[in-house]
C-alpha cells in the first residue's frame, strides 16, 4: 500500500507560479513505481498533467503543460514535486498525485494509476 500526500495549492495570480508536494508513505521501496500528477476542473474529466518514473527521473509530460510545468522528485524524502510556472486562470483545478508499479502504456489515462491522494485546490484568479 502506498499512502500520498499533496500540499501547496492556494490562490495565485495569473502570471505566478506555485510547487506542489506529494509525499509518498507506507512503502519503503518504491524504487520500481512512477508517480504522476493529474488536475480536474469543475465539470470536466480529470486530466493527465506528467508523471516520473522514481528509478530513472524520466518525465512524460502532457503537450500542453510541457515548458510550464516541471515534476521533479527527491529521493531522500519519498516526495515527488510539480513546479507550475506562468499559471493561467485555465490551470484552475484540483491537483491529485497518483502513484503504480512503473507502466509504458496508457500513463495519461487515470485508471492505470492505483493508489491516489486527495487532492489539492490551486486557484488561479486576479
Known amino acids: 500500500q502506498v499512502q500520498l500526500v499533496e500540499s501547496g495549492g492556494g490562490l495565485v495570480q495569473p502570471g505566478g507560479s506555485l510547487r506542489l508536494s506529494c509525499a509518498a508513505s507506507g512503502r519503503t521501496f518504491i524504487s520500481g513505481y512512477m508517480m504522476g500528477w493529474f488536475r480536474q476542473a469543475p465539470g470536466k474529466e480529470r486530466e493527465f498533467v506528467a508523471t516520473?518514473?522514481?528509478?530513472?527521473?524520466?518525465?512524460v509530460y502532457a503537450d500542453s503543460m510541457k515548458g510550464r510545468f516541471t515534476i521533479s522528485r527527491d529521493n531522500t524524502k519519498n516526495t515527488v514535486y510539480l513546479q507550475m510556472n506562468s499559471l493561467k486562470p485555465e490551470d484552475t483545478a484540483v491537483y491529485y498525485c497518483?502513484?503504480?508499479?512503473?507502466?509504458?502504456?496508457?500513463?495519461?489515462?487515470?485508471?492505470?494509476?492505483?493508489?491516489w491522494g486527495q487532492g489539492t485546490q490551486v486557484t488561479v484568479s486576479s
Open positions: 516520473i518514473y522514481w528509478s530513472s527521473g524520466n518525465t
Open positions: 497518483a502513484a503504480d508499479v512503473a507502466k509504458y502504456s496508457r500513463i495519461r489515462y487515470a485508471p492505470t494509476y492505483d493508489y
